[in-house]
């Protein structure tokens, strides 16, 4: 199976733009769609990304999906960070044998 | 509004056995791939089992094949998990998920049993 390496962890201003990187290991990244999810601390994660580039109902358009092929990853983009937006961030994608596979997750901090 | 309610986690000795549950409500759930995913207390997530609409097609991380597994009720709308052989490094906090209509991953999560595993 292929491994999803992210960003350990990001840090950004309110209001700026951030961008954390999922970049698969083997394989075309475009061959399997990728997911993100944000987890708060002390909660259950939620989706906020779905099949590279879908919002799920409820997340606000500050938050974008995007695959490079050239770079063979996956990005999450957040314009417009707020404080809330503090997390950790989690890229998955579907593997071999009809597995997922996690990325080791990217802490956020909003300072 | 989609649910999914875990019950069953606690703490349980080296060796022992625990079968967790999920009560899926806000949608019709045999027409859905359900999930288990793991969260090692300060670690990440971690995929543990899927199973399709009928029970039919069962899949595992390699770690729990031949011990745990993963089983549903659609007329109660549940979804199971039976561990058995349960080791210190399967304690984790387990969320019941969603898979979303590509299956490719998930749409929602469940707010998790926490596993204890002593040795």
């Known amino acids: 199976n292929f491994m999803l390496t992210q960003p350990h962890s990001v840090s950004e201003s309110p209001g700026k733009t951030v961008t954390i990187s999922c970049t698969r290991s083997?394989?075309?990244?475009?061959?399997?769609?990728v997911q993100w999810y944000q987890q708060r601390p002390g909660s259950a994660p939620t989706t906020v990304m779905y099949?590279?580039?879908?919002?799920p109902s409820g997340v606000p358009d500050r938050f974008s999906g995007s695959i490079d092929s050239s770079s063979n990853s996956a990005s999450l983009t957040i314009s417009g960070l707020k404080t809330e937006d503090e997390a950790d961030y989690y890229c998955?994608?579907?593997?071999?044998?009809?597995?997922?596979?996690f990325g080791g997750g990217t802490k956020l901090t909003v300072l | 509004e989609v649910q999914l309610v875990e019950s069953g986690g606690g703490l349980v000795q080296s060796g022992g056995s625990l079968r967790l549950s999920c009560a899926a409500s806000g949608f019709t759930f045999s027409n859905f791939w359900m999930s288990w995913v793991r969260q090692a207390p300060g670690k990440g997530l971690e995929w543990v089992a899927n199973?399709?609409?009928?029970?039919?097609?069962?899949y595992y991380v390699d770690s729990v094949k031949g011990r745990f597994t993963i089983s549903r009720d659609n007329a109660k709308k549940s979804l199971y998990l039976q561990m058995n052989s349960l080791r210190a490094e399967d304690t984790a906090v387990y969320y019941c998920?969603?898979?979303?209509?590509?299956?490719?991953?998930?749409?929602?999560w469940g707010q998790g049993t926490l596993v204890t595993v002593s040795s």
């Open positions: 099949e590279d580039n879908q919002r």
């Open positions: 199973i399709n609409q009928d029970g039919s097609e069962k």
């Open positions: 083997s394989g075309s990244i475009a061959s399997n769609y």
């Open positions: 998920a969603r898979a979303g209509r590509a299956v490719a991953g998930i749409d929602y």
């Open positions: 998955q994608s579907y593997g071999s044998s009809n597995s997922w596979v």
